[in-house]
C-alpha cells in the first residue's frame, strides 16, 4: 500500500496535493484496492461550489458503488476528462493520471482536519482490523 508523504488524506479515504490554493483530489491507493476495478466515474461539473465532506462525484467498480467527497469547500475548477472510457486509470494510478477533480479552496484552514501520510497509514490499519 503506497502512502506519498506529500499529500493529506480524509477518513473518507480521498487523498489531495495542494498547489497553490488549488487542491487536486483522487481516491487513495486503499480506497481503490478496496473497491477494486473501477468501470465508472461520474464527475461534478467544473464551476460547482462544494462544501467540505459534501459529496460531489461517485465511483463504480465491479464490487461496489462508492460516493467521494470533497475533503475542502471552494470551487471545482478542473476536472478529469481523461478517466471517461479509461476508469481503470483511477486503479493504475490512484496518485497521478487517476486524479478526480481540482477545488480552489475557500479556506485553507480546513487542510488542519485532514491527515498527514503517518496518520491516513495508523487509519488505514485500524480499518483492516
Do not use: C
Not at 114 to 129: C, G, K, P, S, T
Amino acid at each position: 500500500m503506497n502512502f506519498p508523504a506529500d499529500l493529506r488524506y480524509s477518513k473518507d479515504h480521498e487523498w489531495l496535493r495542494v498547489e497553490g490554493g488549488i487542491a487536486t483530489v483522487g481516491l487513495s491507493d486503499f480506497a481503490q484496492d478496496s473497491l477494486g476495478d473501477v468501470v465508472y466515474v461520474n464527475l461534478p461539473e467544473v464551476g460547482a461550489e462544494v462544501g467540505a465532506g459534501d459529496s460531489v462525484a461517485e465511483v463504480e467498480s465491479v464490487k461496489a458503488f462508492s460516493s467521494v467527497f470533497s475533503p475542502v469547500s471552494g470551487g471545482i475548477v478542473a476536472v478529469n476528462e481523461e478517466l471517461e472510457g479509461a476508469e481503470g486509470t483511477i486503479n493504475r494510478d490512484p496518485y497521478g493520471a487517476g486524479w478526480l477533480f481540482k477545488v480552489e479552496m475557500a479556506n485553507p484552514g480546513e487542510l488542519a482536519a485532514l491527515m498527514d501520510h503517518v496518520a491516513y497509514r495508523a487509519f488505514v490499519a485500524e480499518q483492516a482490523h
